[in-house]
């Protein structure tokens, strides 16, 4: 079975200090896509990060990058100077080569100014 | 205008009616999906399509049913709604292939409460 965990449900940062949001899986493809979406207040999905998974470098996007360790099965959201409007649900996500995502359960994201 | 639309963004309805929430996009993609999400649980998958002849299940199908009318729209009902269907719901598109390969698109949910 193809799973998601986030074990996080919530975490929390001060404005301007970095914070790492965890998310593990499981699959037995050795091909598939990873995504962090972000879900802010106004409830849109927002694309934050992608990552092919036999791409040896990891993605960044601006303050936000990623740790993939594709043997450990682990794929991590890093933001840096967090901001008051990082603030949100985040949810990673995999397209596991069937053309559909699975999400994980989501940490909801607090900045502390 | 937001490339993926859902109707109506709000409803609220009583156990045992009909319900449809509507979705169209205007990105020209072959695949659409209805999500649901509910707090604690992420979004799960209901029924996907990858064009216009093709209907597959997801996870989570009892209790729902869709329709692709055109590459453009595809409509989720709810035959006899229940209070346990009260969620928020996703409309998504993929361009399988593109340079967006595996990433959706989502349209701005549609918050159903059942009574």
């Known amino acids: 079975a193809q799973t998601v965990t986030q074990s996080q449900p919530e975490m929390s940062v001060q404005e301007a200090e970095t914070v790492t949001l965890s998310c593990t899986y499981d699959?037995?493809?050795?091909?598939?896509?990873l995504f962090w979406y972000k879900q802010p207040p106004s409830r849109q999905m927002i694309l934050v990060i992608r990552q092919e998974a036999y791409k040896q470098q990891n993605a960044t996007e601006n303050r936000f990058s990623v740790n993939f360790q594709k043997a450990a099965k682990s794929f991590s959201l890093k933001i840096s100077d967090s901001q008051l409007g990082d603030a949100a649900m985040y949810f990673c996500a995999f397209d596991f080569g069937n053309e559909k995502l699975t999400f994980g359960t989501g940490t909801r994201l607090t900045i502390i100014p | 205008d937001a490339d993926v639309t859902q109707t109506p963004r709000n409803r609220i309805t009583k156990t045992g009616k009909r319900i449809m929430l509507e979705c169209s996009q205007t990105?020209?993609?072959?695949?659409m999906y209805w999500y649901r999400q509910d707090p604690g649980l992420g979004l799960r998958l209901i029924y996907y399509s990858f064009d216009v002849k093709d209907i597959n299940k997801g996870e989570i199908s009892d209790g729902y049913s869709v329709s692709r009318q055109a590459q453009a729209k595809f409509s989720l009902s709810l035959e006899s709604a229940i209070p346990n269907q009260t969620a928020l719901y996703f409309c998504?598109?993929?361009?399988?292939?593109?340079?967006?390969?595996?990433?959706?698109?989502f349209g701005e949910g549609s918050r159903l409460t059942v009574l």
């Open positions: 998504a598109t993929s361009d399988f292939g593109g340079l967006d390969t595996g990433e959706l698109f």
């Open positions: 990105k020209g993609h072959d695949r």
């Open positions: 699959t037995s493809e050795s091909d598939y896509y």
